[in-house]
Structures are given as C-alpha cells and as structure tokens.
C-alpha cells in the first residue's frame, strides 16, 4: 500500500509546512495575490516575491534537465533564498570537481 506522501511529485515534496500553507491559502483566497497579501499584512510586492520564490523552488525541485540529486538540493536551496547564489555555485564547482576525480 502507497502512501500519499511516497507519491508525491518531486516539486511537492521539495516544499516545506510553510510553504504548503502559503499554498493551501492562496488557493483558499482564489488565487487572489491582493487579498493574500492583506490576510498576511503585507504589501503586494513582498507576496509576489515570496510565489515567486515558491514557482522557483518548484521548477528546480523538477527541472528534467538536472540528474544529480546534489545539484537539485543546491538548486532549490537557492531558489529558496536559503543559499546564496554564488555560494551555490561555489559549491556545484567543487561537487563537480570532486566527481572529475573519481
């Protein structure tokens, strides 16, 4: 017997509770960016960031192009705004390098 969560796609199970409850009440509030961002009591901008970070986590949680499960974690770390650009780069350099060597 499966359960719902070994079922989940990539780009689900890459997403934190938070995340998932950002989600569940831009669905419940229709999708609408206005009255999400006055629910959470901030401005447009800063929820339009926060779905945009979201859609960015997501399509690096599924990109079909990345095979290595290391670059896909650096990649959606990233995307979250938990890693910094360049130090994600830093760090898919040496992975890389490490690989070269094997």
Request: hydrophobic share 45%; glycine share 4%; no cysteine.
């Amino acid at each position: 017997m499966t359960t719902a969560s070994s079922t989940l796609p990539a780009w689900l199970a890459a997403l934190e509770e938070e995340d998932l409850q950002f989600l569940r009440r831009f669905l419940l509030a229709s999708g609408s960016l206005k009255a999400l961002a006055e629910e959470y009591g901030v401005s447009y901008p800063t929820l339009r960031a926060r779905l945009d970070r979201l859609i960015a986590k997501a399509q690096a949680a599924e990109d079909p192009r990345i095979h290595d499960p290391f670059e896909r974690k650096l990649r959606v770390l990233v995307a979250d705004g938990k890693l910094p650009a360049h130090v994600g780069k830093d760090l898919m350099q040496a992975h890389r390098t490490a690989l070269e060597r094997k």
